[in-house]
């Protein structure tokens, strides 16, 4: 692992393992292990569809396992970072524990406003009790972007008006608000507790409008099966996490909004 | 001491020794659970025979448990569903051998050609009256618990 250039924001460090810049204007990808895994299985397959370079990582020696990934004979660390073209894309199968992830939100941000990216997109799934009979899966959109809220209309996707966000994407948006950047999170209804391919695919499709690039789900569909395989362990360690987060007051209703 | 005032004690007490027993059961599910949560996370999915461990959920109603099984790539064909007592056990092979390739040394070197789990439910369970359902490698198994007469 090459080290370009090492910075620390409290209790996690951010390495660059190469100089890179992204073109305008900058889109930033979160992806972290949430309702099926929607996030992170979607942007696993928009790098690769993308042939995103994995450009440095994020790392904590106080709030994730002592981690290393090894991919293709390289060392790299736990939270992996892509880019290419206008992309920035934040990856990790790991969770951070729950009061980490507003400092880790405050680290990402921080690093992807000033590496140039002008608007955060964040997809994930939206639990569902009764997805074991779906199979027209509704997505549902949260921007400040006028531009980005005509694509996701467009694209047959619905305003997420009223209720409880729970998880990592709750705490970036809360953090978000600080920063001045266009967001936006998409949410496809989705298992809870196991890999759901089918509502990462049904983000991406919309991912694909908004960036005007093409990211073909064909693919992700058809490997849908292999994927949920290899997706196991990640969800069975995110879910501890998920509960101790009270994932459960995402389908809790609202007594006044 | 007059009898009525010793029966309110005695009914006080009973109910302070039933709140403590209640509190102390409650107590030992809850390490129960976390010590069982612990040991889900220290075992492996798999196993080197070739047998993988789905992912499953429990819903809970007052009268029955609703689980759900994740077994992609399964042949729901050979999908086998057992029960005994608070237990349900799955079996299913899968379509095809399966190997996770690009995965150095342990599971990837591993073909994958079943799946297998034991459920334990809290309470027992009535199999005659279960129903099993399978959609797209998930299966849906609905069983009635067992009515428990005093």
Redesign the interface.
């Known amino acids: 692992m090459m080290v370009f250039r090492e910075e620390f924001f409290g209790d996690f460090k951010i390495v660059e393992y190469e100089a890179f810049r992204l073109k305008e204007p900058g889109y930033g990808l979160i992806a972290l292990p949430d309702t099926g895994l929607v996030g992170v299985i979607g942007a696993g397959h928009l790098v690769k569809s993308l042939q995103l370079k994995e450009v440095g990582g994020i790392d904590s020696y106080t709030y994730l396992p002592p981690i290393a990934v090894?991919s293709k004979g390289d060392v790299r660390l736990p939270i992996r970072v892509f880019a290419g073209d206008n992309i920035l894309a934040i990856y990790s199968e790991f969770m951070p524990s729950a009061p980490a992830i507003p400092l880790l939100a405050r680290a990402v941000l921080d690093f992807m406003e000033r590496r140039g990216v002008r608007f955060l997109l964040m997809a994930s799934g939206l639990p569902v009790q009764n997805r074991?009979e779906l199979s027209n899966l509704r997505t549902y959109y949260l921007t400040n972007s006028s531009e980005a809220r005509k694509v996701f209309e467009g694209m047959g996707a619905l305003p997420f008006e009223n209720g409880y966000l729970v998880g990592p994407y709750a705490m970036m948006l809360k953090e978000a608000l600080k920063y001045h950047v266009e967001m936006a999170l998409l949410l496809t209804e989705s298992?809870?507790?196991?890999?759901d391919p089918e509502a990462s695919a049904r983000n991406l499709e919309i991912i694909s409008k908004l960036l005007g690039k093409e990211i073909d789900v064909k693919e992700l569909i058809e490997q849908?099966?292999?994927i949920?395989?290899?997706a196991?362990?990640a969800?069975?360690?995110a879910i501890?996490n998920l509960t101790k987060m009270r994932k459960d007051y995402e389908l809790s209703t609202p007594l006044n909004i | 001491m007059p009898e009525e005032e010793f029966r309110k004690i005695l009914k006080k007490w009973r109910e302070i020794a039933r709140g403590v027993d209640e509190y102390i059961e409650e107590e030992f599910k809850k390490i129960e659970r976390e010590v069982r949560e612990l040991k889900a996370m220290m075992e492996p999915s798999w196993t080197s025979n070739g047998t993988l461990k789905p992912l499953y959920s429990i819903r809970e109603t007052p009268d029955s448990y609703i689980i759900y099984v994740d077994i992609p790539q399964a042949d729901e064909g050979s999908l086998n569903v057992g029960f005994q007592k608070n237990k349900v056990i799955i079996q299913a092979k899968l379509k095809k051998e399966v190997r996770l390739t690009g995965w150095t040394g342990r599971g990837g070197e591993t073909t994958f050609t079943q799946y297998e789990e034991t459920i334990t439910l809290p309470t027992p369970i009535n199999p005659e009256k279960a129903k099993v359902r399978a959609k797209k490698g998930i299966i849906e198994i609905r069983v009635p618990k067992k009515s428990i007469t005093p």
């Not at chain 1, 298992?191 to 890999?195: A, I, Q, R, W």
């Open positions: 090894v074991f298992f809870l507790e196991f890999p849908a099966e292999v949920r395989i290899k196991r362990d969800m069975k360690a501890p």
